[in-house]
Nanobody
Framework: QLQASGGGLVQAGGSLRLSCAAS????????VGWFRQAPGKEREFVAA????????YYADFVKGRATISRGSSENTVLLQMNSVKPDDTAVYYC???????????????????WGQGTQVTVSS
């Protein structure tokens, strides 16, 4: 089970930090991804971390503004976003998979486990 948290209302130009916590197991060996879905739009990839290799991947629209990283424990992954924009308003979901091939890193349907989502609203 995954739990996403840290969303809320933030002003444009501000920062937020989202957290994804796994219960019952650690993220060791997993790929952990963040996706988002705005009203009327499809779910889209934001960032991902391949735990063992510590490789990170980002969507073009957050490159330079976001950092995905391991948390202080093996069951937590963080997403730090800076210089947020109103277009970043969406429900943010964390997802994880312990057997994901590299080419599926950006593909939401290929992740087996999902958190419930956390709303991020950026005001202008």
């Amino acid at each position: 089970q995954l739990q996403a948290s840290g969303g809320g209302l933030v002003q444009a130009g501000g920062s937020l930090r989202l957290s994804c916590a796994a219960s019952g197991r650690t993220f060791s060996g997993a790929t952990v991804g963040w996706f988002r879905q705005a009203p009327g739009k499809e779910r889209e990839f934001v960032a991902a971390l391949r735990w063992r290799a510590r490789n990170t991947y980002y969507a073009d629209f957050v490159k330079g503004r976001a950092t995905i990283s391991r948390g202080s424990s093996e069951n937590t992954v963080l997403l730090q976003m800076n210089s947020v924009k109103p277009d970043d308003t969406a429900v943010y979901y964390c997802a994880a998979d312990w057997s994901l091939i590299l080419s599926s890193t950006w593909s939401a349907p290929d992740y087996d486990y999902w958190g419930q989502g956390t709303q991020v609203t950026v005001s202008s």
